[in-house]
């Protein structure tokens, strides 16, 4: 309603406008009155053209002052379309964020689902866990009657371990004479073989009559270190080795006619090129004194030195000496087989250089394990090869060389078919 009032209103101002200029104009063709310095005709249509704009004018005064929205359209209308360019702008933004809303809740929903899966599959197993609580609760109680059954039961059992303690008492007591009857055999095997070392002493002693040195016999060996002065050396070490062999020589029989003190004779000039020898040493070294020929009751000893620098002369796990053993044999034979074995390790080692000339053979290999030995190889009833086999990496100057006893594991061919 409010609209149609406008409308007549800006009709009556522009009808009455129109009016004046029309009147003005009139009056203006009449009279020939001339505005601006211009010609009557063009001053009518001057003047029709003023009441037009006036009509415009008018209304758009009238529109401004009845409606504020008017107001605005014609004062406002570049702020109102940069404010709406920056509401546009910002919806478009806010579109963006609900949209990313919209995705996180579609994936928190999707997580949800997962979850809830997942609950239900914890929800089972608790119920499962539960159920299985429940059966061995009462798994329990069946346990607990089966332990008050076997307690009774251990009872009658403790009882028959007191009897047996009593049992297992004797056996020890049986036990501790066996290991002395084992010790009393590990101590006959030991005298055995001193006696059958001396044995063939005495026996080379008878063969030989006088002899009282074979050659290359050591007379004495002493582990000698390098590095020093060689005149150091010939008297800190060379002159006192030459006394101890003099005074075994003497010992044993040996004499330079005319010199009852004295029974070793050494050329004087190898002894000075071998102090010079040890002083250029690097390390250690084993030295020997050994006669050069058989000597007998009375006789003067001609010795010479032998120097053999420390080096690696027995390897780890190395062979050194077998034999094949027969079970038909008495384990008196095999065991002597087996000293004898040993009584070779002895000689090879002295034949290396090493300085244990004199190791008892009990202290090259356990003799306890010889027993054990003997009884495989007549269980096995099968020949066997009996080896001796180097425990460590044995040094010339460290020693003494230790080896085990050891049963070669041989595989016999199988005849063919």
């Not at 109680?141 to 059954?149: C, R, S």
């Not at 008297?235 to 003190?261: F, H, M, T, W, Y």
């Amino acid at each position: 309603m409010f609209g149609l009032y406008i409308i007549l209103a800006v009709a009556a101002i522009g009808g009455f406008i129109a009016f004046l200029g029309d009147r003005v104009g009139m009056k203006a063709g009449k009279k020939r009155l001339s505005i601006f310095g211009l010609r009557p005709k063009y001053t009518s249509i001057t003047i029709a053209v003023i009441t037009g704009i006036l009509i415009a004018v008018a209304t758009l005064v009238l529109l401004a002052v009845v409606s504020e929205d008017v107001r605005i359209a014609l004062f406002h209308l570049e702020k109102i379309q940069a404010d709406l360019r920056e509401k546009t702008l910002l919806v478009a933004k806010k579109e963006a964020e609900f949209n990313k809303l919209v995705k996180e809740y579609l994936e928190n929903e999707k997580e949800l689902a997962r979850v809830s899966v997942q609950r239900e599959k914890i929800q089972k197993e608790l119920e499962s866990a539960v159920a299985q609580y429940r059966t061995a609760q009462s798994n329990l109680v069946k346990k607990e009657g089966e332990l008050v059954a076997k307690q009774k039961e251990v009872e009658t059992k403790q009882q028959r371990v007191a009897s047996l303690t009593d049992i297992t008492r004797q056996l020890e007591e049986q036990n501790e004479q066996l290991q002395m009857e084992k010790e009393r055999f590990l101590k006959e095997i030991e005298m055995y073989s001193v006696e059958s070392a001396k044995l063939k002493g005495s026996l080379a002693q008878k063969q030989t009559s006088l002899l009282i040195f074979d050659v290359k016999e050591v007379i004495v060996a002493e582990v000698v270190e390098g590095g020093t002065d060689a005149k150091q050396v010939l008297n800190a070490v060379i002159q006192p080795l030459l006394v101890k062999a003099n005074q075994i020589a003497l010992e044993r029989g040996a004499r330079i006619e005319g010199k009852n003190d004295y029974a070793i004779k050494v050329p004087v000039k190898q002894m000075n090129k071998l102090a010079q020898d040890i002083a250029e040493l690097d390390g250690k070294a084993v030295l020997r004194l050994v006669a050069e020929k058989n000597t007998f009751f009375l006789e003067p000893l001609y010795v010479s030195f032998e120097l053999f620098p420390n080096e690696l002369v027995f390897k780890a796990d190395e062979v050194v000496a077998e034999t094949k053993v027969s079970p038909a044999k008495e384990e008196s034979i095999i065991l002597q087989e087996i000293l004898n074995l040993l009584l070779s390790v002895r000689k090879k080692a002295f034949d290396r250089g090493m300085i244990s000339q004199g190791q008892y053979i009990g202290e090259i290999a356990s003799l306890q394990d010889i027993p054990n030995i003997i009884q495989r190889i007549k269980k096995s009833g099968q020949t066997r090869t009996v080896q001796l086999a180097v425990i460590d990496d044995t040094w010339r100057v460290e020693g003494p060389l230790k080896v085990r006893v050891q049963i070669k594991e041989e595989l016999t061919a199988q005849p063919k078919q």
